[in-house]
Every structure is written in structure tokens, then in C-alpha cells.
């Protein structure tokens, strides 16, 4: 086929065109896990706790707010209990 031929004809610039391909996906992903980077404990920056952290935040832990989100757990949802 003619891409074939092409490519035998100008290895170099097929070289080269791979490489630079592959460096600028190299430099994509990289540059789209440090903007979305979450760290796996501790605090998280402003702004970036994941969207679907939790289905319920509880603002409260004395004695209603902790029933409240022990029986929300138990029932699969996922709470954020703060005090």
C-alpha cells in the first residue's frame, strides 16, 4: 500500500513523528494526573475532594447527628460526619 511504501522511503521522518507523538501523550497524561491529583489521605487541597465522595454530609456529630449517620451508613449510603 502506499502508507507502506511511505514509511520505507522516510523512516527517518516516520521516527521521529512516532517519537514526538509519543512524547506529547507522555506529556498529556502527565499534565492531566497532576491537575486531578487527590491525595489517598490526609487533607485534601480546596477544591478537589471527588464528586461522588458522598451521597450525605452530616454537620454535627453530637448525639442525633451520629444516629442519624450510623443508620445512613448501615443503610449503604455513604456520610460525612463533621463535628
Not at 450510623?70 to 463535628?83: C, E, M, N, Q, R
Amino acid at each position: 500500500s502506499s502508507a507502506q511504501e511511505y514509511c520505507e522511503k522516510n523512516k527517518k521522518t516516520v521516527a521521529i513523528a512516532a517519537g514526538a507523538t509519543t512524547a506529547a501523550l507522555v506529556a498529556a497524561y502527565a499534565w492531566r494526573r497532576a491537575v486531578n491529583y487527590v491525595p489517598k489521605s490526609g487533607k485534601y487541597p480546596k477544591g478537589t475532594l471527588p464528586a461522588g465522595a458522598y451521597d450525605a454530609v452530616i454537620v454535627g456529630a453530637g448525639p442525633s447527628g451520629s444516629v442519624c449517620g450510623h443508620f445512613a451508613a448501615k443503610a449503604g449510603v455513604k456520610v460525612a460526619l463533621l463535628d
